[in-house]
């Protein structure tokens, strides 16, 4: 389980997708001390994106490169809209739909009952 700021990561990303998964990448999995090489690949290493928002298990999620880049944001972007705390009293990691602007066109999320379900979590 990994926590971030979901408003820090789209501002340092600018908005791009291919920037968004490099910050999961190097959120996901550390690197403590990166080389300069690791630092060119993913120059996002240096900062703190601690926050509220959660993703359960981004390994599989990020893993999946047979997904578009716009459909792994846009699950990433609606699981972030969670509430952490919900979270910890009930562990329900699923949305509720009225939290959700527009139709949900995403193979990795599914909806029930009026609950968006992650299907990576």
């Not at 928002?53 to 981004?58: G, M, N």
């Amino acid at each position: 389980m990994i926590l971030f700021d979901w408003h820090k990561v789209r501002l340092i990303a600018d908005y791009k997708n291919g920037n968004i998964i490099k910050i999961m990448h190097a959120i996901t999995w550390p690197v403590f001390l990166p080389t300069r090489y690791q630092r060119r690949l993913n120059p996002f290493y240096d900062y703190d994106f601690s926050g509220h928002s959660f993703l359960l298990s981004p390994e599989k999620l990020l893993e999946r490169r047979d997904v578009p880049l716009a459909k792994r944001v846009e699950y990433i972007s609606l699981a972030a809209r969670r509430c952490y705390a919900d979270y910890l009293i009930t562990e329900d990691a699923t949305l509720d739909y009225r939290l959700v602007k527009g139709p949900i066109e995403n193979e990795l999320i599914t909806v029930k009952t009026n609950r968006v379900v992650f299907d990576y979590e």
